[in-house]
């Protein structure tokens, strides 16, 4: 069962370009995390948000919690190709460890 | 590099047959899970261990099983392959396996069925 939805599942644009990737449910999280996928490997985190409403800034990244902690925003300011990847969400339901995977945004940032 | 290792790195069989994959935690991690990722089910959570003892289960098939052994090292054995078995299988640690705990993806084993 996919807890969480993921728009776009696929994004192009160019280098310098701005971009916003959603993250949606209908089940509300007690923490939500963001990671970034590249091919050939794991995925690695960029992210946790654990507040209702919290917005986190990791240099040209801004992650939002949505303040019924159902929903999460990436933006990513001027895009560059070493943003290129896969974006994942994935979000805890319970006190455990155990995260549920959104169904993932490529991004390809055109040089 | 997270620091977690997976072996093998590739591993093609046939249908009907048994595999073991193979994970090492980072150093000093306890907490070990296992995910399988394909293109049309995404990444899903199989099962967690900590300290040698099953923790969580998720969507993990009966002819599949797992252990975490006392070295915290773990191994994930699938039997009864099928088609769609055929997938990434990643390995990931975490120091305690609770709340936000960060979990370090290892470079997974890709799994081909034919």
């Known amino acids: 069962t996919q807890l969480l939805e993921q728009s776009p599942q696929f994004l192009s644009i160019q280098e310098g370009e701005n971009l916003t990737v959603y993250c949606n449910s209908s089940s509300v999280f007690s923490s939500l995390q963001w990671y970034r996928q590249e091919p050939g490997e794991g995925p690695v985190l960029l992210v946790t948000v654990v507040t209702g409403g919290e917005v986190k800034k990791l240099k040209r990244l801004t992650f939002q919690f949505g303040d019924a902690r159902k929903d999460s925003s990436l933006h990513i300011t001027a895009a560059q190709p070493g943003d290129t990847g896969l974006y994942l969400c994935?979000?805890?339901?319970?006190?455990?460890?155990?995260?549920?995977f959104g169904t993932g945004t490529s991004l390809t940032v055109i040089p | 590099d997270s620091g977690v290792t997976q072996t093998p790195k590739h591993l093609i069989t046939a249908t009907g047959q048994r595999v073991t994959l193979r994970c090492s935690p980072r150093?000093?991690?306890?907490?070990v899970y296992w995910y399988q990722q394909s293109l049309d089910q995404g990444l899903q959570f199989l099962i967690q261990?900590?300290?040698?003892?099953e923790r969580a289960k998720g969507n993990i098939l009966e002819r599949f099983s797992a252990q975490q052994f006392p070295d915290l090292h773990s191994e994930l054995n699938l039997s009864s392959l099928e088609l769609g078995d055929s997938a990434l299988y990643f390995c990931a640690s975490s120091v305690w396996g609770e709340g936000t705990d960060t979990q370090y993806f290892g470079p997974g084993t890709r799994l081909t069925v034919l």
């Open positions: 261990y900590y300290n040698g003892e």
């Open positions: 150093s000093g991690d306890l907490s």
């Open positions: 994935a979000g805890a339901t319970g006190t455990g460890n155990q995260f549920y």
